[in-house]
């Protein structure tokens, strides 16, 4: 099957530097499925890190490579889908300047993660026109590729939300012909089981919780051992419950259904001690981990930025197509490739 008949997916990430099992499971693992399915395009968010790290750039490179190799390693293949960078493909930005024109910045004020945001990052200046404007980059970031899905989380839905009435908008101001030129995409939900990390709370970098697709097998075993489990669970004699265990979750998406069950009978019945039972659950992420370590070790920074450059170009041409359709439906002025000018400073050089 050739890109063409293949539905066209886009998705996003921010260069938060290295990846956990959180972002693995809840994005990346599911990007790895749709490569075959799909007309697959992903890229790294940069600008958006920019909308609230604009003060803190010093990371940016690394965390960028870093975020590739983590790709390159869990298996997005650069033959099967087009791995780019937003920067490197300015028309991210001049769509966004078109949005910005057309949405009444009350649209924006509403979404939820705004004020949210707000409030909850004070340490942070967000009262930037850039960080309001934000679903509107993101809106940009999808329409430019003229996707039939958006593969996030529920944690993005409203943005997709916001970026269809975009298009709505955009669509009844500037029409080209019949055909609407930036078509209403839809949200294919990542299913996320639930991933507790060492503290029991949702696996999240900023909770300092989490296990890195990175993390060496030594590491890997010290964090499980130092992982909450049941409360109810003091001592080795009293019987615990696995529904209620953060450990536990981790098994449920890990482990085999024998472990599984091994797991339930051994902690109900006080029979397995709790540290047998993070052994298992180790030894289940080890296994996951392994092929990605592997996998990753095979690449430089430089050759996953090499990956970047060449899917930025593809990446570009498709996005160029769209812009010359906006540029069409909103009757922008049009300049010749070549003005007579230039032609004869050129004849007068010769
Ligand atoms: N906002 C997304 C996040 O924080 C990242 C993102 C930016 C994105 N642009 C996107 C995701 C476009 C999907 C499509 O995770
Ligand atoms: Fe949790 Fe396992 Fe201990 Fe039960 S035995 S409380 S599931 S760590």
């Given at each position: 099957?050739?890109?063409?008949?293949r539905?066209r997916?886009?998705?996003?990430?921010?260069?938060?530097?290295?990846?956990?099992?959180?972002?693995y499971?809840?994005?990346?693992?599911?990007?790895?499925?749709?490569?075959?399915?799909?007309?697959?395009?992903?890229?790294?968010?940069?600008?958006?890190?920019?909308?609230?790290?604009?003060?803190?750039?010093?990371?940016?490179?690394?965390?960028?490579?870093?975020?590739?190799?983590?790709?390159?390693?869990?298996?997005?293949?650069?033959?099967?889908?087009?791995?780019?960078?937003?920067?490197?493909?300015?028309?991210?930005?001049?769509?966004?300047?078109?949005?910005?024109?057309?949405?009444?910045?009350?649209?924006?004020?509403?979404?939820?993660?705004?004020?949210?945001?707000?409030?909850?990052?004070?340490?942070?200046?967000?009262?930037?026109?850039?960080?309001?404007?934000?679903?509107?980059?993101?809106?940009?970031?999808?329409?430019?590729?003229?996707?039939?899905?958006?593969?996030?989380?529920?944690?993005?839905?409203?943005?997709?939300?916001?970026?269809?009435?975009?298009?709505?908008?955009?669509?009844?101001?500037?029409?080209?012909?019949?055909?609407?030129?930036?078509?209403?995409?839809?949200?294919?939900?990542?299913?996320?089981?639930?991933?507790?990390g060492?503290?029991?709370?949702?696996?999240?970098?900023?909770?300092?919780?989490?296990?890195?697709?990175?993390?060496?097998?030594?590491?890997?075993?010290?964090?499980?051992?130092?992982?909450v489990?049941?409360?109810?669970?003091?001592?080795?004699?009293?019987?615990?419950?696995?529904?209620?265990?953060?450990?536990?979750?981790?098994?449920?998406?890990?482990?085999?259904?024998?472990?599984?069950?091994?797991?339930?009978?051994?902690?109900?019945?006080?029979?397995?001690?709790?540290?047998?039972?993070?052994?298992?659950?180790?030894?289940?992420?080890?296994?996951?981990?392994?092929?990605?370590?592997?996998?990753?070790?095979?690449?430089?920074?430089?050759?996953?930025?090499?990956?970047?450059?060449?899917?930025?170009?593809?990446?570009?041409?498709?996005?160029?197509?769209?812009?010359s359709?906006?540029?069409?439906?909103?009757r922008?002025?049009?300049?010749?490739?070549?003005?007579?000018?230039?032609?004869?400073?050129?004849?007068?050089?010769?």
């Amino acid at each position: 099957m050739t890109g063409l008949d293949r539905p066209r997916v886009l998705s996003g990430m921010r260069p938060t530097g290295r990846l956990h099992l959180g972002n693995y499971m809840g994005a990346l693992a599911n990007w790895v499925k749709l490569q075959d399915g799909y007309e697959c395009y992903f890229f790294i968010a940069d600008y958006h890190a920019l909308t609230t790290d604009y003060a803190n750039t010093e990371n940016l490179v690394r965390n960028t490579e870093e975020v590739a190799l983590d790709w390159l390693g869990a298996g997005l293949d650069p033959e099967r889908c087009v791995l780019f960078l937003q920067s490197a493909v300015p028309q991210h930005a001049d769509l966004h300047l078109r949005f910005s024109m057309i949405t009444p910045v009350s649209w924006l004020e509403r979404v939820p993660t705004y004020k949210e945001q707000q409030e909850n990052l004070t340490e942070k200046d967000l009262s930037t026109y850039g960080f309001l404007g934000y679903p509107l980059l993101q809106a940009a970031d999808i329409l430019l590729y003229q996707p039939k899905f958006v593969p996030v989380g529920q944690d993005q839905v409203v943005h997709v939300e916001l970026t269809r009435e975009i298009a709505r908008r955009f669509n009844q101001f500037y029409k080209l012909g019949e055909r609407e030129v930036l078509p209403e995409p839809q949200v294919l939900l990542t299913p996320s089981p639930k991933l507790p990390g060492t503290d029991g709370r949702k696996m999240s970098k900023s909770y300092g919780n989490t296990i890195e697709l990175t993390d060496a097998e030594a590491t890997v075993r010290q964090k499980l051992k130092t992982m909450v489990t049941d409360p109810a669970r003091v001592r080795r004699t009293d019987a615990g419950d696995p529904d209620l265990c953060p450990v536990g979750d981790l098994h449920k998406v890990f482990s085999a259904p024998e472990r599984m069950q091994q797991v339930y009978a051994g902690c109900r019945s006080a029979s397995i001690g709790c540290i047998e039972c993070k052994g298992w659950a180790a030894d289940a992420l080890v296994q996951i981990l392994a092929p990605i370590q592997e996998r990753r070790a095979s690449f430089t920074a430089s050759q996953a930025m090499e990956v970047l450059r060449a899917g930025s170009g593809r990446a570009r041409q498709r996005a160029e197509a769209t812009m010359s359709e906006v540029d069409q439906a909103m009757r922008m002025p049009k300049l010749a490739e070549q003005s007579v000018l230039q032609t004869v400073a050129a004849g007068a050089a010769l």
